[in-house]
T-cell receptor, first 114, second 114 residues
Framework: GENVEQHPSTLSVQEGDSAVIKCTYSDSASNYFPWYKQELGKRPQLIIDIRSNVGEKKDQRIAVTLNKTAKHFSLHITETQPEDSAVYFCAATGIGTSYGKLTFGQGTILTVHP | EAGVTQFPSHSVIEKGQTVTLRCDPISGHDNLYWYRRVMGKEIKFLLHFVKESKQDESGMPNNRFLAERTGGTYSTLKVQPAELEDSGVYFC????????????FGEGSRLTVL
């Protein structure tokens, strides 16, 4: 089955700095890679996703890159703000009947210091 | 539109007791998923319903766990008898019928087994 590794487990940055979280996956059949943000005590929420036919996707301060050959994808947050502090999870899955059966990384606790 | 709701938000039980968790998906969502996060590790897939049918229950840990979705609306996850290692946060998620629809998560039910 799929295995997703996520690094780092904790990340501390100063407000305004950039933050990068990296994930690797094992199953070359995976072709959908979402990123979820979970604030303390809240539900995980999708913040950005990328499909395997795209190498990069950007939404304001958030971007995701995908390298299918190397089987890794990364989340980039620029101009970080204290409200970006949360746990971030990467995930991978295939399209079709297995869609929604996400394999998650271990999570990254991001702390943005004012 | 109401999101995915879960009940209870937190349950504390003794080892050997029974607990039933409930999930109400977003209205009209045929696909319902249960996930679990144990002791700060990754969020792991438990099972997937399509309407009232179990599409995939490959992630269920053992036969002490029973999930139902009678009528294809809300779902319950029963743990009987509960063991210490069952402690964790149980998330429910739902999505619409299309294979590329976003997965919406509930806030989770935290289970503590003493």
């Amino acid at each position: 089955g799929e295995n997703v590794e996520q690094h780092p487990s904790t990340l501390s940055v100063q407000e305004g700095d950039s933050a990068v979280i990296k994930c690797t996956y094992s199953d070359s059949a995976s072709n959908y890679f979402p990123w979820y943000k979970q604030e303390l005590g809240k539900r995980p929420q999708l913040i950005i996703d990328i499909r395997s036919n795209v190498g990069e996707k950007k939404d304001q301060r958030i971007a995701v890159t995908l390298n299918k050959t190397a089987k890794h994808f990364s989340l980039h947050i620029t101009e970080t703000q204290p409200e970006d502090s949360a746990v971030y999870f990467c995930a991978a899955t295939g399209i079709g009947t297995s869609y929604g059966k996400l394999t998650f990384g271990q999570g990254t606790i991001l702390t943005v210091h004012p | 539109e109401a999101g995915v709701t879960q009940f209870p938000s937190h349950s504390v039980i003794e080892k050997g007791q029974t607990v039933t968790l409930r999930c109400d998906p977003i209205s009209g969502h045929d696909n319902l998923y249960w996930y679990r996060r144990v002791m700060g590790k990754e969020i792991k897939f438990l099972l997937h319903f399509v309407k009232e049918s179990k599409q995939d229950e490959s992630g269920m840990p053992n036969n002490r766990f029973l999930a139902e979705r009678t009528g294809g609306t809300y779902s319950t996850l029963k743990v009987q008898p509960a063991e210490l290692e069952d402690s964790g946060v149980y998330f429910c998620a739902s999505r619409g019928e299309f294979n590329t629809g976003e997965l919406f998560f509930g806030e989770g039910s935290r289970l503590t087994v003493l």
